[in-house]
């Protein structure tokens, strides 16, 4: 089942559900899973009954195949890593792994617009911008970063990039509600976020020009830094890196009319690559449209690339594909 199709079942069923018991439902899922579907259920009109039927049906099987195996799962997973790991070493993972279950200050700003979370952060060092940016999605943080002046975002970005760990004393400086989040409660500890690969995946989603300007800045700080960066970024271009399997396995999860748009200036290279992968009569309709497409402007291809991209990092966290590293303007290509 595609993403989409999931998608819209589960808009379905809460649609089905009533208002209270979707509410309650809401209240459990991240601000992007919210937003997904409330976008999937306001593009919802008129659904057909056995379409409704059969998507009711399909819940009730899958939740009565479910049984509850441990009463506390996150008991269970303090125990089994401490039992494993050692105190130590454990304390570094659960806090990752459990930390979304809370609803917290860093929580909450996931839930704010990009400028609101910059404007909160305007004035603060960029130290301490960069131990709350890493605890952000990767797009989420790049947006806020957007906001901020050149210099102040390449001075965050130097941070994120040399960040070994958040002691989170460091952060005293910040609101008690943002500090005791970080804290971990009374013990001091490093949370291993950060890094050459964080910031990688942020300079990811800042755009052509403030990328090149962030890494020639960490460049001057140190060369090889910026090197390592750069090998750890993914691009648009890198899809065509990946095996036949890989490019069939993306086309499966996204839109023709995303892959239209993304592929719009890329590399003859890059658009083949989908071409010989899809079906024949497929690739006659795609070549089709792109001699018919016009001007576009760049953010809005860039746009697609990365929502593209996303769905490739996806399928690389679930192991379907490997991928391999490489190296937001508004003009018209």
Known sequence: MSQDEGLNDAAI???????????EVFKHLSPKEVQKLGE??????????????????????VAASQSLLVSDSGDYVRNVLKRALGDDKAALLIDRILQGGDVSGIES???????????????????IVAAILVHLEFDQAADVLKHFTERHRNEVMLRVATMEGIQPVALKDLNEVLYKVLAGGDKVRKASLG??????????????????????????????????????????????????????????????????????????ELKERFLSNMSTRAAETMRE?????????????????????????????????????????????
């Open 13 to 23: 069923l809460l649609m089905s559900m009533g208002e209270d018991e979707a509410s």
């Open 40 to 61: 999937a259920i306001a593009k919802t009109r008129v659904v057909p009954k056995e379409k409704v039927e059969t998507v009711v049906d399909k819940f009730i099987a």
């Open 109 to 127: 700003l996931k839930w704010m617009d990009p400028l609101s979370v910059a404007e909160l952060l305007r004035n603060e060092h960029p130290q």
């Open 195 to 268: 890094g050459v690969k964080t910031a990688a995946e942020m300079i990811n989603f800042l755009g052509a020009s403030m990328e090149g300007a962030v890494l020639e800045s960490i460049r001057g700080f140190d060369g090889d830094l910026a090197q390592k960066i750069m090998d750890k970024m993914f691009v648009f271009d890198d899809v065509s890196k990946l095996d036949d399997k890989g490019i069939q396995l993306l086309l499966r999860e996204i839109t023709a009319d995303s892959l239209l748009v993304a592929l719009k200036g890329s590399s003859q």
């Open 289 to 333: 449209d792109m001699e018919s497409q016009g001007p576009m402007r760049l953010s809005e291809v860039e746009g697609q690339q990365k929502e593209i991209i996303k769905v490739v990092r996806r399928l690389a966290d679930e192991g379907q594909i490997m991928l391999a590293g490489s190296g937001g303007d508004d003009a018209m290509i």
